[in-house]
């Protein structure tokens, strides 16, 4: 631009400089002076030392910049004009399109191909659906027949444990019981030893010396026997405790086997619905491609026709624009040819149809 604007470059800073009016004597912000015309540095005495005619120069630069205005104003006088003439050509050929049977014809069959697409679309989705909300059911089913199954065993478990425990209390105390008689015969004995046989003896029987030691031991068996249901009630409560602390232990560790049950089931869901999600991505993605596809043959066929219509006739006829896709609404589930088949499902499927 500087070129064709005949601007001149200081011969100190290298910076541009445009003369638009004035003497041809030129100081630079730098403070260098120099001349315009040819660039030599300028003299204080006798001024340009190659006498330049700044005037004539000056004139002559002039006219070639409004000659190139003008032509450049000509050139973009001449496109409006052009672009002018093609927004005409092109309202003209997109009018003998619309009015083109042909165009109309490949319109409706492109529409047509459009409703046959989208009808498959449809389809495949609910039958996906379907499938998915029919995987969904029989896993939870699985689940809670699992899970049913896990507690029915636990009661069984900790019931046999329960009965265990009754009849191991039903021996102790049976024990216990034996244990009381044994110590009350024992007692009625050397009650009768030291009461009786000491002070009546009989005539075939010799008499018997009630010692010390006897009286000892007749009055630990009495602490005995005082002390003897409080002992067989602790060692009853001791038994009790072991037995509860046990059924505690069992119950804790169905607790925690339930827990993990629940949440490996938890996990397989998670998996399930994350593979159902990537299908469903899959399958939207292979939609769009085919959509893409069925598209870029419309624009050929379109082409195609407009080469066919253009050279017999010797017109211009624009490209039709390509049938617009139908905004999908998530709530549909597919068309209402399928709905016998919803029907059939059962409540639970279909409230996950609905939740997908």
Same mark, same amino acid.
């Given at each position: 631009?500087?070129?064709?604007?005949?601007?001149?470059?200081?011969?100190?800073?290298?910076? +541009?400089?445009?003369?638009?009016?004035?003497?041809?004597?030129?100081? *630079? !912000?730098?403070?260098?002076?120099? *001349?315009? &015309?040819?660039?030599?540095?300028?003299?204080?005495?006798?001024?340009?030392?190659?006498?330049?005619?700044?005037?004539?120069?000056?004139?002559?630069?002039?006219?070639?910049?409004?000659?190139?205005?003008?032509?450049?104003?000509?050139?973009?006088?001449?496109?409006?004009?052009?672009?002018?003439?093609?927004?005409?050509?092109?309202?003209?050929? =997109?009018?003998?399109?619309?009015?083109?049977?042909?165009?109309?014809?490949? !319109?409706?069959?492109? *529409?047509?191909?459009?409703?046959?697409?989208?009808?498959?679309?449809? /389809?495949?989705?609910?039958?996906?659906?379907?499938?998915?909300?029919?995987?969904?059911?029989?896993?939870?089913?699985?689940?809670?027949?699992?899970?049913?199954?896990?507690?029915?065993?636990?009661?069984?478990?900790?019931?046999?444990?329960?009965?265990?425990?009754?009849?191991?209390?039903?021996?102790?105390?049976?024990?216990?019981?034996? #244990?009381?008689?044994?110590?009350? &015969?024992?007692?009625?004995?050397?009650?009768?030893?030291?009461?009786?046989?000491?002070?009546?003896?009989?005539?075939? =029987?010799?008499?018997?010396?009630?010692?010390?030691?006897?009286?000892?031991?007749?009055?630990?068996?009495?602490?005995?026997?005082?002390?003897?249901?409080?002992?067989?009630?602790?060692?009853?409560?001791?038994? $009790?405790? $072991?037995?509860?602390?046990? +059924?505690?232990?069992?119950?804790?560790?169905?607790?925690?086997?339930?827990? /993990?049950?629940?949440?490996?089931? !938890?996990?397989?869901?998670?998996?399930? #619905?994350?593979?159902?999600?990537?299908?469903?991505?899959?399958?939207?993605?292979?939609?769009? $491609? $085919?959509?893409?596809?069925?598209?870029?043959?419309?624009?050929?066929?379109?082409?195609? +026709? /407009?080469?066919?219509?253009?050279?017999?006739?010797?017109? !211009?006829?624009?490209?039709?624009?390509?049938?617009?896709?139908?905004?999908?609404?998530?709530?549909?589930?597919?068309?209402?040819?399928?709905?016998?088949?919803?029907?059939? +499902?059962?409540?639970?499927?279909?409230?996950?149809?609905?939740?997908?």
């Amino acid at each position: 631009m500087g070129e064709k604007s005949g601007w001149r470059r200081c011969y100190k800073c290298r910076n +541009l400089v445009e003369l638009n009016h004035g003497c041809t004597h030129i100081t *630079c !912000r730098c403070k260098a002076q120099f *001349c315009y &015309i040819c660039g030599a540095v300028w003299d204080p005495t006798v001024g340009c030392p190659n006498f330049c005619n700044g005037d004539e120069e000056l004139e002559r630069r002039q006219q070639e910049e409004e000659a190139r205005i003008a032509a450049l104003e000509a050139e973009q006088a001449l496109k409006e004009e052009k672009a002018a003439k093609e927004l005409v050509e092109r309202e003209l050929a =997109m009018q003998r399109s619309r009015d083109a049977p042909e165009f109309e014809t490949l !319109r409706q069959d492109q *529409c047509s191909e459009m409703d046959r697409f989208l009808l498959f679309e449809r /389809r495949q989705k609910w039958l996906m659906w379907t499938r998915h909300a029919r995987q969904k059911v029989a896993l939870v089913e699985k689940h809670s027949a699992a899970i049913e199954k896990m507690k029915e065993r636990h009661a069984k478990t900790a019931a046999n444990l329960e009965d265990r425990q009754v009849a191991a209390e039903y021996e102790l105390r049976t024990s216990l019981e034996t #244990e009381q008689k044994n110590i009350r &015969i024992r007692l009625r004995h050397m009650e009768a030893y030291c009461d009786g046989l000491g002070k009546k003896p009989s005539s075939d =029987m010799p008499s018997r010396v009630v010692t010390e030691r006897d009286l000892r031991e007749l009055g630990q068996a009495y602490n005995v026997e005082k002390n003897m249901k409080q002992l067989h009630q602790a060692k009853i409560n001791v038994m $009790r405790d $072991r037995q509860a602390k046990a +059924l505690e232990d069992l119950l804790d560790r169905q607790d925690v086997e339930l827990e /993990r049950l629940t949440e490996k089931d !938890r996990h397989e869901v998670e998996c399930l #619905e994350s593979n159902l999600t990537d299908e469903e991505d899959l399958l939207a993605a292979t939609f769009t $491609r $085919r959509r893409a596809a069925i598209e870029k043959r419309w624009e050929v066929a379109i082409e195609v +026709l /407009r080469n066919e219509l253009e050279a017999p006739k010797g017109v !211009r006829y624009a490209a039709i624009p390509l049938p617009e896709w139908p905004q999908e609404k998530e709530e549909e589930f597919g068309p209402p040819s399928y709905a016998d088949e919803f029907i059939e +499902l059962g409540d639970m499927e279909k409230t996950l149809l609905t939740f997908s």
